[in-house]
């Protein structure tokens, strides 16, 4: 079946500028997490959603971004007044929900975000 | 707090000889434990788990690894790797204390395969 898809696969962007990166988790799955991959950082938790709970925002890095889940699908995760350091790939990932966690999550292809 | 500390960032080795990618993690807390693989130009993609039983864990495509709990470590093995094997590998932690599964990763290593 179709796994995890995110759009756009690239993004420039201008410094200041606001982006949008978008996340289609696996049908079903009730988790989404997401993730940034940058050089000097290597793998970062960023946010979490379950269900209709409310999201562990806890990693994320400033107030400049945020994110939400529509209709326990879809998710957009949103930059505002981007900075240079904010260029990484970023992941997203969903997982089904397993009683006692340890669940295997399921990376999207990312989108690779250059700041200008 | 976790953390997850892999050592080394490289790991050259000759097709046909045996490699480990050495992982070690902390927590105050019982954790899952996870390696996941990034080949070039692709997503990340779980290798195999640790989530409790046996401490030893295999992958289909020969990769094992051992939970040792008095070490904190999860050190990943191949008696005899292939040239397909080079790619990226990622030790990652996660606890589950109510609050999701969040991943924890090491810095990753780069295994290259050489002929």
């Known amino acids: 079946g179709a796994g995890v898809s995110q759009s756009p696969s690239n993004k420039v962007t201008e410094k200041g500028k606001d982006v949008e990166l978008r996340c289609d988790p696996i049908?079903?799955?009730?988790?989404l997490y997401w993730y940034r991959q940058s050089l000097g950082q290597g793998l970062e938790f960023l946010i979490y959603f379950q269900g209709n709970s409310a999201p562990d925002k806890s990693g994320l890095p400033s107030d400049r971004f945020s994110a939400e889940r529509t209709g326990g699908s879809v998710s957009t995760l949103t930059i505002q007044r981007t900075q240079q350091e904010d260029s990484a790939v970023y992941l997203c990932?969903?997982?089904?929900?397993?009683?006692?966690?340890?669940?295997?999550?399921?990376f999207g292809p990312g989108t690779r975000l250059l700041v200008l | 707090a976790q953390s997850v500390t892999q050592l080394d960032s490289q790991v050259p080795v000759f097709e046909e000889a045996p490699v480990e990618l050495r992982c070690n993690y902390s927590s105050s807390v019982s954790v899952y434990l996870f390696w996941y693989v990034q080949y070039p130009n692709q997503g990340l993609q779980l290798l195999l788990k640790?989530?409790?039983?046996?401490?030893l864990v295999e992958s289909i495509n020969g990769f094992e690894a051992e939970f040792n709990k008095s070490q904190t470590s999860f050190h990943l093995r191949k008696p005899s790797v292939h040239i397909s094997d080079t790619a990226e590998y990622f030790c990652a932690v996660s606890d589950f204390t109510g609050g999701g599964n969040k991943l924890t990763f090491g810095t990753g290593t780069q295994l290259k395969v050489e002929l």
């Open positions: 990932a969903s997982s089904p929900s397993r009683v006692g966690g340890g669940e295997t999550q399921y």
């Open positions: 640790y989530l409790s039983g046996s401490t």
């Open positions: 049908s079903g799955h009730t988790a």
